[in-house]
């Protein structure tokens, strides 16, 4: 369907909104980064939208050049039973506004709460599991070019029993960071986001800040992911005719080291180069390399090494000229539209590659590879809001992982790629449907992968060295503890609020791990009311 064949009313709100709407297309990053809720992709695929959708999360500046998305998003109206207008007031800001907003000439400034109240019970294992999640979202620019926003997220919570055994094996809550015991059985954690944004023109945008970054058209990304705990980042944006550049320099830390009360955690750093071309509308092909390199090793202390600043370079060639003591990563990622309602995609990483002994099939260790294939179909069987996203996941033993464990490519307990690390075949399938303010999601995952066992590292493990493999040649994908993950996960949402995405929700959740040594069995039912900005990736 063609852009300018879009509902008529959408544009009808667009255009009554234009003088309102030049105050909030400043650069800001679009609030919800959930796939689950994800609208606008149907528009920005679209063969007509020079669009790059590989870069996420999106700035809501360039979404609102193609769509409104705000206009998208308000367009589900509930007529008040209320009159006057306290009764408007209120009912505006309960099921359509921003709690607190001030406007004024050149500024603009919100403020929303965020919550996660959620409670269900595992049936398989006579389990009970709670959130509650209490924060805020402030957000707001000065001006045409600046802008700022920050989240603050407090919880108590208990888990159903896999995540539980994840939580104590990673000494982190997924995604979420560090905890301390909340009563018997229970954790107690905390979480802060946050961002200043600078445009000083079209071409340039600098971004500062204490988050997570995501490169790639799927719903995991092997390049970098977001299924983990937010890092500092500096980013810089540059956009030129068809194509974008991005460069990002982060700072990571190392959950498990060894270290000291006065200087915490081992730190290591990144720097990210992410170059994306849409060669037409329809074809987009993104050029991605990464170092990652430890702050401080048997030579002293590194820090911030300046050889990794110059923003246009290959690093491979610098790494090998500093004696090859980091882990480089090399990565392809490919869209093409077809039609005006398929897109697909796919990636390519390279963690180590010699051509002769991929080739050889004799199973090197170090061939250390990973790939993706996908395809989202909007509006399948032209009915309007009924999408299927299907996705293939491979990635070979021991990939991520480096001779130096603080060198892997992972922070804080967690990986920056795939949350499951290496050594695995995974199948994610999706069915969406909005209607209004209603959302269905089914999701159904498959995953085989080989577990370490008999105290050998087979390779699914990214945070131990790979200097430990049992063999060199003979690796194969899913050596180990052959392993099967099924999930199912079925949720309904009513949305409240969509200017933060305040929603109801209930879903019913299976999932089961089989394997020589167990068959783990998970049925759990909830029901919750969340601000669901973000995606917490249980599926593991």
């Excluded at 539980?164 to 009563?183: E, N, T």
């Excluded at 490169?215 to 937010?230: I, K, N």
């Excluded at 130096?404 to 075949?425: D, F, K, R």
């Amino acid at each position: 369907m063609p852009l300018c064949k879009i509902n008529p009313k959408i544009f009808l709100l667009l255009f009554l909104s234009i003088s309102t709407q030049l105050l909030y297309s400043q650069p800001a990053l679009e609030r919800s980064t959930n796939p689950d809720f994800l609208l606008p992709d149907r528009y920005l695929y679209h063969p007509e939208a020079n669009f790059h959708t590989s870069v996420r999360p999106y700035l809501r500046n360039e979404v609102n050049q193609l769509i409104n998305y705000d206009s998208i998003l308000l367009y589900q109206p509930l007529k008040s039973p209320w009159k006057g207008k306290a009764g408007e007031w209120i009912w505006k800001k309960v099921f359509y506004e921003d709690l607190i907003q001030i406007t004024g000439k050149d500024f603009h400034f919100a403020v929303n709460p965020l919550v996660n109240f959620e409670v269900g019970r595992d049936f398989e294992n006579d389990d009970n599991a709670w959130v509650n999640t209490r924060g805020f979202m402030a957000e707001g620019n000065i001006g045409s070019k600046f802008f700022f926003a920050t989240r603050f997220y407090e919880n108590q919570a208990t888990f159903i029993s896999y995540i539980d055994k994840d939580i104590q094996s990673k000494w982190v809550i997924p995604q979420q960071g560090a905890y301390k015991g909340f009563k018997t059985d229970g954790y107690d954690f905390s979480r802060s986001e946050g961002y200043i944004s600078f445009s000083p023109n079209k071409y340039f945008n600098f971004r500062l800040g204490h988050g997570r970054n995501f490169f790639g058209d799927g719903y995991r990304s092997l390049l970098l992911g977001d299924a983990h705990f937010p890092y500092p980042y500096f980013l810089i944006s540059t956009q030129i005719w068809r194509i974008k550049y991005i460069n990002l320099y982060a700072e990571f830390m190392d959950r498990k080291a060894p270290h000291s009360e006065n200087l915490g955690y081992r730190k290591k750093y990144g720097t990210f180069h992410y170059l994306t071309t849409n060669i037409t509308n329809r074809l987009k092909v993104g050029l991605f390399e990464a170092i990652i390199w430890q702050a401080q090793d048997s030579t002293g202390y590194r820090g911030f090494d300046i050889n990794y600043l110059n923003p246009i370079i290959f690093y491979r060639p610098v790494e090998f000229s500093l004696g090859s003591p980091d882990n480089a990563l090399m990565g392809l990622n490919i869209s093409y539209t077809i039609g005006e309602k398929t897109a697909f995609y796919g990636q390519l990483l390279l963690d180590e590659f010699k051509l002769k002994e991929v080739t050889s099939g004799k199973g090197w260790w170090a061939n250390k590879q990973a790939f993706q294939i996908g395809v989202k179909w909007f509006d399948i069987f032209k009915l309007s809001g009924l999408d299927l996203q299907a996705e293939v996941n491979v990635i070979r033993p021991y990939t991520y992982s480096h001779s130096e464990p603080i060198t892997n490519y992972g922070h804080y307990s967690e990986p920056l790629a795939h949350p499951m690390g290496a050594n695995l075949v995974e199948s994610q399938n999706f069915i969406r449907y909005h209607h209004g303010r209603w959302h269905f999601v089914y999701q159904l995952q498959r995953v085989q992968y080989g577990a370490d066992t008999a105290g050998l590292n087979f390779g699914k493990d990214i945070f131990i060295s790979y200097s430990n493999h049992p063999f060199d040649y003979g690796n194969y994908i899913g050596q180990g503890l052959k392993s099967i993950l099924w999930r199912h996960d079925f949720k309904a949402s009513w949305i409240i609020n969509p200017a933060y995405n305040l929603n109801l929700s209930a879903g019913i959740v299976y999932r089961q791990l089989k394997n020589d040594l167990a068959n783990d069995q998970t049925l759990f039912i909830y029901i919750g009311l969340s601000t669901s900005l973000e995606k917490l990736y249980y599926d593991f």
